[in-house]
């Protein structure tokens, strides 16, 4: 059974801090999405990870990918509080997309 | 109208009653799923309907019934709920089995299910 480990759950940081949330997952896969989740609303994608090594960047958050280590990474630099919010990884395995219990993060001003 | 649409959004619903969550898809994906949120579990897979086959979660109670009428549409059919039912429904879909596409879901704005 595929199962999906993050950590920190949770996460308060000071504007202008570098922090990491990890994830690490259980069995072979060559997929993991990170999805961000406002208070009240639905899930965003924010990156796909397609191969190990792969690494993708968007703004103050960049995420990695090691299949072999079944671990990923985001990477949040210069932390502003627009980025507060649950951060989420998903695995992709045999047609199931199984995520992780997600990282509160907060901010602070 | 694009994306994925859910409804209803708010459900209230005592355990006696029959109800159902629609889910509709406009991104011309092959695969569609339902998860439940919760803050004991969050986001728990519940379905998988894929290439239009239904892929088993066997943890899910049978009072909980999907079904998948074509590529575009997925319902979950409710009947004789819990109080711990009570969750936030999440529909999405993907375009899987193509090998230029990242598989990555898309999500509806959700159904936010209570059970009294």
């Known amino acids: 059974e595929l199962k999906v480990e993050q950590n920190p759950l949770f996460l308060s940081m000071q504007e202008g801090k570098n922090y990491t949330i990890y994830c690490n997952y259980s069995?072979?896969?060559?997929?993991l999405y990170w999805y961000r989740q406002d208070p009240g609303k639905s899930l965003e994608s924010l990156f796909v990870l397609l191969s190990n090594g792969a690494v993708k960047q968007e703004g103050r958050l960049m995420a990695s990918l090691d299949t072999k280590a079944r671990l990923s990474t985001l990477h949040i630099t210069a932390a502003v509080h627009d980025l507060s919010a649950t951060y989420f990884c998903a695995v992709d395995k045999d047609d199931k997309i199984i995520f992780g219990k997600g990282t509160r993060l907060h901010i602070l001003p | 109208e694009t994306g994925v649409t859910q409804t209803p959004r708010h459900l209230v619903m005592g355990m006696t009653n029959k109800k159902s969550l629609k889910c509709e898809q406009h991104l011309g994906h092959n695969a569609m799923y339902w998860y439940k949120q919760s803050a004991k579990k969050p986001l728990e897979l519940m379905f998988v309907y894929s290439l239009e086959e239904r892929v088993e979660n066997n943890s899910v109670p049978s009072r909980f019934s999907p079904e998948c009428p074509n590529s575009s549409h997925l319902f979950l059919h409710l009947h004789t709920l819990q109080p711990e039912d009570s969750a936030l429904y999440l529909c999405?879909?993907?375009?899987?089995?193509?090998?230029?596409?990242?598989?990555?879901?898309?999500f509806g704005e959700g159904s936010r299910l209570t059970v009294l």
């Open positions: 999405a879909s993907s375009k899987r089995h193509v090998t230029t596409n990242t598989g990555e879901l898309f």
């Open positions: 069995t072979t896969s060559d997929r």
